[in-house]
């Protein structure tokens, strides 16, 4: 199992973006995949969740309209995308799995992806 | 919101020592309670779930417990690689799978 994430950004505040999570080594259209953000220096934040198999998205109230969570089932990828950035955006994005079992918990993490936003 | 903390924010031990971590919950999550491990510059991973399942390729120095709002990780004899930062996370209430802040575990 692998999630490799794409490469880190630096973006002004007002652009788009999307970032993305691409999965080998399993089904993908049968494990929910989650999204996590780091900001600098601080703790993990949860953001959402996709279920591949049916597109059903899940966020956080933290995050919800503040982001998009999506999935291309066709090259087994995940995305987070944002309509416009804030220099509070700026932080690491990770994506990761959750297990097969029957307790919750991602046991699969990418690389991260650094995000910067800056003017 | 499900509020989890942890204590304390960071400590400072030895190679040998005994480590107890604590999350708490602001409301009862039972045992719906995971643990991870973050080295810096790397993703987490996890080491304990349900508040007490060894993930598999976990050292057994690791354990966890607790249930309904207080949980506890515990390191009985700390190595040299457990240096790193420790998260709970609550998976009680979908989709707010909530962490708690990080405690750093440094060397003294």
């Known amino acids: 199992v692998q999630l490799v994430q794409s490469g880190a950004e630096v973006k002004k505040p007002g652009e788009s973006l999307k970032i993305s999570c691409k999965a080998s080594g399993y089904r993908f259209t049968r494990f929910w995949i989650g999204w996590v953000r780091q900001m600098p220096g601080k703790g993990l934040e949860w953001m959402g969740v996709i279920y591949p198999g049916d597109f059903d998205v899940k966020y956080s109230p933290s995050f919800e309209g503040q982001v998009t969570i999506s999935a291309d089932t066709s090259i087994s990828a995940a995305y987070l995308q944002w309509n416009s950035l804030r220099a509070s955006d700026t932080a690491i994005y990770y994506c990761?799995?959750?297990?097969?079992?029957?307790?919750?918990?991602?046991?699969?993490w990418g690389q991260g992806t650094l995000v910067t936003v800056s003017s | 919101d499900i509020q989890m903390t942890q204590s304390p924010s960071s400590l400072s031990a030895s190679v040998g020592d005994r480590v107890t971590i604590t999350c708490r919950a602001s409301q009862n999550i039972t045992n719906y309670l995971n643990w991870y491990q973050q080295k810096p510059g790397k993703a987490p991973k996890v080491l304990i779930y349900?508040?007490?399942s060894v993930q598999s390729g976990v050292p057994s120095r690791f354990s966890g417990s607790g249930s309904g709002t207080d949980f506890t990780l515990t390191i009985s004899s700390l190595q040299p690689g457990d240096f790193a930062t420790y998260s709970c996370?609550?998976?009680?209430?979908?989709?707010?799978?909530?962490f708690g802040q990080g405690t750093k575990v440094e060397i003294k």
């Open positions: 996370q609550q998976t009680y209430t979908t989709p707010m799978y909530s």
């Open positions: 349900g508040a007490s």
């Open positions: 990761a799995r959750r297990a097969d079992s029957s307790w919750w918990f991602l046991d699969y």
